[in-house]
């Protein structure tokens, strides 16, 4: 299959699910409390309003809260589905002002035109694993970005303890396997498919080095359940609530960052 195949498939995939992606399917409480461990981390690194680029808005949850920090944002999608409803809620949160809406998705960031012009970027939950060159997305955030501008993403791991013990109790051994692949890999969602590539945080990082200096990185989801296991906090609260302070705690130590659903990176301009 071609690249502009799989590229199409994955667009066609969000705007497909566009319209409800911020309820249950896209943002249940599990995602919720993985955006909020981003949120405190944007708030960390972007102390003052900024301008921003959001890279893979989805349905504009991130842009609004942080235009709602005060911060002008450039919140871009591959899915055209997925940029109208930032838009739309941009404006029912009257912030329109402050977002800006760009159907881009972060594999063309050279349609960009303007150059060092943001003071930071940010990705959470997953688009840049689709990006079919990495390398080309980490050149043009450093054309696009102030000298010293930050980049704070969250990007779906390779190591996922609770996702090798989950498939491999049901026997799974091909689902096992997937986010062991060295290559683009498809995975189902809402009868289309995404094209999904999977990192290690230093297999990631190593597209950013030429431009980009590592500041620190932390799994996320490594004690505490991935998102689609909401069993786990809906019939143990008090044990899921242990294990998100666990994973707050630790999951930021040498090894134990290298493992999780997704992990944490920021990164800054050279």
């Given amino acids: 299959m071609s690249l502009r195949q799989q590229l199409n498939d994955t667009r066609e995939a969000f705007d497909s699910v566009a319209a409800d992606y911020d309820g249950p399917r896209g943002n249940n409480l599990l995602i919720q409390e993985m955006r909020a461990q981003m949120w405190q981390a944007l708030d960390a690194v972007f102390t003052n309003p900024s301008r921003l680029l959001d890279l893979g808005c989805g349905t504009g949850l991130d842009a609004v809260r942080m235009a709602q920090c005060g911060h002008a944002v450039t919140a871009t999608d591959w899915s055209p589905g997925m940029v109208r409803r930032t838009i739309a809620r941009a404006e029912q949160e009257n912030v329109s002002g402050q977002v800006t809406g760009a159907n881009i998705g972060a594999h063309e960031l050279e349609r960009i035109t303007d150059s060092a012009c943001y003071d930071g970027a940010y990705s959470n939950l997953g688009p840049l694993n689709c990006v079919p060159a990495l390398a080309d997305t980490a050149r043009e955030c450093a054309r696009l970005l102030k000298p010293g501008g930050m980049l704070v993403f969250s990007v779906i791991g390779r190591i996922c303890p609770w996702e090798i013990a989950h498939y491999s109790l049901k026997r799974r051994w091909a689902r096992v396997a997937v986010r062991f692949s060295r290559s ?61 302070q666990i994973d707050r705690r630790v999951a930021a130590w040498p090894l134990l960052r290298d493992m999780g659903d997704h992990f944490l990176m920021c990164m800054k301009r050279r």
């Avoid at 890999?185 to 995404?194: E, S």
């Avoid at 990185?217 to 296991?229: D, E, I, V, W």
């Fill in 184 to 244: 683009v890999v498809p995975v189902g969602m809402n009868q289309h498919t995404i094209w999904s590539n999977y990192f290690t945080p230093s297999q990631f990082y190593r597209a950013f080095k030429p431009f980009f200096q590592l500041e620190r990185y932390r799994g996320l989801c490594l004690f505490a359940p991935p998102p689609y296991l909401t069993w786990v906090r809906e019939r143990h609260p008090h044990w899921h609530e242990r294990l998100w």
